[in-house]
């Protein structure tokens, strides 16, 4: 086998210009495949933590039916027992209890619905980074009745630091939620539409104001690894108690994830072509050195190389090629993707707003992750390994004297 693996080196080389067109073909293919994948997965990346790290959580525990009916009726009593089944899964390593609902903003000069959050503030910053969006002023005192206000909001209702918002609403059992509070902050908010419609206050506060005491509507989960997201909730609903429900991002956030799907699948199709494109490159070429080689294969049978050896020698040389190819196009894509990775796009511009009112930050990250490096190197694997049938069933097949006349 030695041999026969020394003798197809020899050959790929024996003819530089036919190797070195063939291998930049797959390296070229591997570079934009592996480029190409590395800037989807970052942009899905970036997609899930800015809608979904930033508000929703990867996993929330609620009261079975909020979801699909918010009324604060729907909301759940949060006891120890239910703290503790939660934190007794070890993919869970902290709890962010919440408080939303919906109320009438007004100020001097306008008025507008919104949602209000309740919140214990240093818990919520440590999931969703409140404090480092601070346009300006800080977050509320963990009990004050006081209101962080979101940026677009803040302009809609011409309001600033200092001054004082009134919230109207409907509280817990239909009783009315009146209130006016004074405005310590204004956040921007990476969603657009969040950004547009959100009030933060304390949660002992949100509660007060809504007559629900003691009371959540959601508990947002913070996961070891996000990924985990929907086995984490699955094997929480058998010790949850009774009424209550663990539901992942993907249930939260639907459209999110149909935006996902679509768009890989016209990445898929994208790399489909490439990848048809370049295989029937490499079977070209195949059938090239088939056609240029026949006599010499001739006389190699004719002085006794069985069929299969010849055969194998053959395939040997395809699996060279296409590792020399697949290995090349790795080494030039990693140091773009690393340096991408640290250092990504920033959109401006027509772009750049339409990322923003999609509620993503408007940048084009690249993911770095060993997993599509080897895909794409079995893909080319494989491309190959189809590309040479043909030339190795008819190696397999060759006539010898019709190839010593060739």
């Not at 003691?214 to 070891?224: E, F, N, P």
């Not at 768009?263 to 489909?272: E, K, M, N, Y």
């Not at 040389?317 to 993707?337: D, H, I, N, R, W």
Request: charged residues 15%.
């Amino acid at each position: 086998m030695s041999e026969i693996l020394k003798m197809a080196w020899r050959n790929i080389w024996r003819n530089r210009r036919r190797t070195l067109i063939t291998a930049s073909s797959v390296l070229f293919a591997v570079f934009f495949a592996i480029v190409m994948r590395s800037m989807q997965l970052g942009t899905y990346s970036n997609m899930t933590a800015n809608v979904v790290g930033a508000y929703t959580g990867y996993a929330q525990v609620q009261a079975q039916g909020y979801w699909d009916d918010k009324t604060l009726d729907n909301s759940l009593d949060w006891t120890p027992q239910a703290e503790q089944a939660v934190l007794a899964h070890p993919r869970v390593v902290g709890l962010v209890p919440r408080f939303d609902s919906f109320a009438l903003a007004a100020s001097d000069s306008s008025s507008k619905g919104v949602g209000v959050v309740g919140v214990l503030p240093a818990t919520e910053d440590s999931m969703s980074r409140l404090s480092d969006k601070l346009l300006e002023g800080r977050l509320p005192a963990p009990t004050a009745a006081e209101v962080l206000v979101a940026e677009r909001l803040a302009v809609f209702l011409k309001i600033g630091l200092g001054d004082t918002l009134a919230l109207i609403g409907m509280g817990y059992q239909g009783i009315s939620a009146v209130g006016e509070y004074p405005v310590v902050g204004i956040v921007r908010l990476p969603s657009p539409q969040l950004n547009a419609s959100l009030v933060y206050t304390s949660l002992e506060n949100a509660q007060e104001l809504f007559a629900a005491e003691g009371r959540l509507t959601s508990v947002v989960l913070t996961l070891d690894d996000p990924d985990f997201a929907e086995p984490t909730c699955a094997e929480l609903a058998a010790s949850l108690p009774e009424g209550l429900v663990a539901l992942p991002w993907q249930e939260l956030m639907p459209e999110l994830v149909q935006q996902i799907e679509s768009d890989q699948a016209s990445g898929f199709l994208i790399l489909g072509i490439l990848y048809v494109i370049v295989g029937f490159g490499i079977f070209g070429t195949l059938l090239m050195m088939l056609a240029e080689r026949r006599r010499e294969m001739g006389v190699m049978m004719a002085v006794g190389m069985g069929r299969r050896a010849l055969a194998t020698m053959v395939g040997a040389e395809m699996v060279l090629l296409g590792t020399l190819g697949t290995l090349a196009g790795m080494a030039a894509a990693f140091p773009m993707v690393l340096y991408l990775h640290h250092n990504p796009i920033l959109l401006e511009g027509e772009m750049a707003q339409a990322m923003l009112n999609l509620g993503v930050e408007p940048i084009v990250p690249f993911a770095l992750e060993p997993g599509f490096f080897v895909w794409q190197g079995l893909l080319v694997a494989a491309l190959v390994a189809v590309a040479s049938l043909h030339p190795l069933l008819s190696i397999l097949k060759l006539n010898v004297i019709n190839a010593l006349r060739a």
